[in-house]
Each structure stands twice: as C-alpha cells, then as structure tokens.
C-alpha cells in the first residue's frame, strides 16, 4: 500500500507541479490525491489536469483497488481465524456432548441433533480435520485425535455430561483396528471424566465386551443393528420403517427416555401419566433392568429412567 502511495504521488507531482492551473502545487497535496484515489473515497478537490496525470491516476485507481480488497479480505481472514481458534482452542463450556470422530454415523447424528426443536445440550466434535464440517452456530468443534489426551483437554472432557465415540473409520488406522482405537478414546475419557455417559460404537460384536469394560455405558455393534432391522422386516413389513420414524427428527411422536426429575421421585406412575397423559409409556429403567408393562402403583424412585412416545411439546415439563 505505501508503495503505491509514494510512488503514485511522486509521479502526480512530477507531472503536475509545473502547469499552469494545476493544483498539485506540492508534494503533500499529491499523497493527499493519492491517498483519495487509492481508498476511492475521491473528494475531488484535488485533481490532476493532463492527460498524462489521468492515466497515473487510472493505474494508481486499479492498483488500490485490487489493494484494499486484499487487506480487507486479509483482516477479514485474521479476524475469523481469531473467533474460530477462541472457539476451537478455548472451551470451556460444561455439561456439554462430545462427538469423538465424524463419519456418516457421526454426520447423521448432528443432523438428528440440529434438527431438534428442543436443544437440551451444547454439542461438541472432535475430529481429525483441519476445520469444523458442520456448518451450523449449534455445534462447536476441536480439531485434533479423539483418543489424544490433550485433545480432549481442549474440548473441556472432564465436565462433558455425555461423548458418543463412533468409529474412526477415515484414518490410517487399519479396519481391524478400528475397534482398538475406539476402547483406548473410552480409556482416555474415562480417565479425564470418571461419570460421563460413554455411548461408544464398535464394528465387531465380539468387542462389545471390551468396549464396556473400558467405561462405555452402551455398546452399539453396527452389524447386529443391520441384522436386525433386516430380520424384522422379513416377518413385520414396514416394522422397522415405523421404528426408524420414531427415532429420527423431524414432526411426529418420537421415542423418547428421560431420567425422572427428582419433582416427581415417590409419584406413582398412574398419577405420573395423568399429568403427563399425551404420552404412551413404554418401560421404567431401574439399576439396568427393564420393567414392561409398568403397573399404574409403581414408585418412580431416583435415577428411574422412563422410555416413552410423545410429540416434543408435550415433554418440555419432564426437561426442566
């Protein structure tokens, strides 16, 4: 820019000191036509008077043009290049949810999640790419190995409420490993977060087992669900069809499970659905078992886990 600026001013004024009416008399009156011609702001109170002053005018008019819009787009960059390492680096939200790895399963879950009329938790991906894939204000992002513990240091894990660790299957790691690095993120959650809630996703049943033993709380196998879905088609047309409906976003009843707010802890659960009464009660989780049918006299008791169908409106009192 100060190129342009002394040299432009230094050719205006040797080409218009010495005419008669000219009124680049002086050197500071050229970088004052200059600095007008270079910023297009053009009072027009200085202007050269030959054709030779004109076209220097015209050359300095393109280069400062070209100019301002790389040092505009530069600060532009700069700037956003501080907003995004502030909320890349910078971390420090709490009770928030965790994506470790993106792949499809990973995309198809924030996509269920944004979709969400009711946005109950902050979420957070963690991922080896080099900018955030998902192009949406509801969902934050540190770049980075999700089994890497300064990673996860930077994503804030120790006050995380919950982290889905799907399989990393866009490394280099080989796909009979891919089940490996997935128990060592639970390990390295676990040891930075001991309560989380670890919902981890592995390729091969046969390490459901060591999946749980690192610190997941559920295990989904990726073939089995296949299977199943395939097998229930076969014996219940449009079964699954039904299921998948309940379970993705969108309008209509979903599945739902909620932790019952400790307001409610002694109801019994036929008082329970009276005040909640749109919903259709499926089972009660207590101590990992699973009670179906739930009888109307029994005691919703701490930590009890209900599973339920309800249109979204209808549950905003279980979410407070």
């Known amino acids: 820019m100060m190129t342009i600026v ?11 000191a010495n005419l008669q009416g000219s009124q680049i008399k ?46 505009t787009a530069s600060t532009a960059a700069y700037m956003t290049n501080i907003k995004l390492k502030h ?9 928030h949810t965790i994506i470790c790895n993106y792949n499809d399963y990973s995309a198809n879950i924030i996509s269920n999640y ?20 998902i192009k949406s204000d509801y969902v934050f992002f540190t770049p980075g190995d999700p089994a890497d513990e300064k990673t996860l240091e930077n994503a804030n894990a120790a006050e995380a409420k919950r982290f889905i660790v799907t399989a990393d299957f866009n490394s280099d790691v080989p796909v009979k490993l891919t089940d490996a690095k997935t128990i060592l993120n639970i390990f390295q959650i676990r040891k930075l977060n001991s309560t ?13 087992t060591n999946a749980r033993s690192a610190g997941a709380n559920e295990v989904i196998t990726l073939n089995e669900l296949s299977a199943l879905v395939i097998s ?21 009843p979903k599945i ?9 802890v002694g109801y019994k659960i036929g008082d329970f659905t009276k005040v909640f009464n749109k919903i259709i009660l499926l089972s009660v989780l207590k101590d990992d078992t699973y009670t179906f049918p739930v009888e109307n006299n029994y005691d919703l008791a ?3 886990v209900i599973y339920f169908i309800s249109e979204e409106n209808e549950i905003k009192g279980l979410l407070k």
């Open 6 to 16: 002394l040299t432009g001013s230094y050719l205006e004024y040797i080409s218009q």
């Open 232 to 252: 229930k088609s076969i014996m219940n047309p449009k079964l699954p069809d039904f299921v998948l409906k309940l379970l993705s976003s969108g309008e209509g």
């Open 87 to 95: 909320k890349i680096r910078k971390v420090r939200m709490k009770n």
């Open 196 to 208: 989380a809630e670890i919902i981890a996703q592995v390729a091969n049943s046969e390490n459901v």
């Open 114 to 133: 944004i979709n969400r009329k009711l946005k109950i938790d902050s979420l957070l991906l963690i991922a080896n790419l080099k900018e955030n894939p």
């Open 256 to 264: 739902y499970s909620v932790k019952i707010p400790k307001k409610y």
């Open 302 to 304: 701490e930590n009890d």
């Open 26 to 71: 002086s050197p500071e009156l050229a970088i004052w036509f200059v600095f007008q011609t270079v910023t297009t702001v053009g009072y027009g109170d200085v202007v050269p008077i030959n054709l030779t002053g004109r076209i220097i005018a015209i050359i300095i008019m393109l280069a400062g043009i070209g100019t301002v819009s790389t040092l």
